[in-house]
DNA sequence: TGACTATGTGATGCCCTACTCACGTAGTTG
DNA sequence: CAACTACGTGAGTAGGGCATCACATAGTCA
């Protein structure tokens, strides 16, 4: 494999990567539905403001969200919509094995 | 975040860290052609059987690759065509960064 | 059966990540 | 200015992931 295409793998291995996460699929999740300040996030995740803080440095430094300042708050928002096809794909690939874990158990 | 959501977004995660890697996901666009023997896979991506063993297995064991063996040899293939998706939506958040960063460099 | 091939796996070492605590900073409000 | 709020970040720690080596196993072929 030529180092290009090695790269190429790398830089949409870190994407992957910065959605590889429960709290950050949360967040994700959570900002499909608008755009939400730190605080708010914290509190729907259920963690720490801090711990937050470093997800979202995460997503935010490979392309998935962006944000901008508004008086104290910092408001977080999707970057792309394509993000959230991504998760429709994830869900896919978990309908799917629930349909087929569901088609051994029937055999019972 | 009551508790069965949360498990929800951890079953999200595992999948998605099971595609998280340059080599997995190298992986998975070689099986896009059809099912490979672990011997072709390696020597495709460029890395050590035994390595290219491990991923494969934290692949097989999230549900995003199943195996047969054939003699001596254990073919792999993609589980589920939605995978494939997957990596459509991580190639267009690059080509969204990409176009964005060019439109950035024009104005210089 | 003995040599060979393809694959998986335990053990090890290294590095990266995630989480927490404590603190610093920027901005608001009285 | 002083108190407060929202946020980010350095330090420290625990845990997990990845790559490698060496070896075990299963199957093939002469």
Redesign the pocket.
Known sequence: MDPQTQRLYELKAQIV?AA??P?RLAIIDFLSDGEQ???DI?EHVG?????V??????MLKSGVLE?R?D?????YSLKTPCILKFLDCVNDVLRHQARQSQAVLSRL
């Open positions: 990567q590889a996460h709290i300040c730190v605080c914290s963690a720490k403001r801090s711990n803080s470093r997800h979202l440095s995460v944000c300042k008086g104290l708050k910092v408001i």
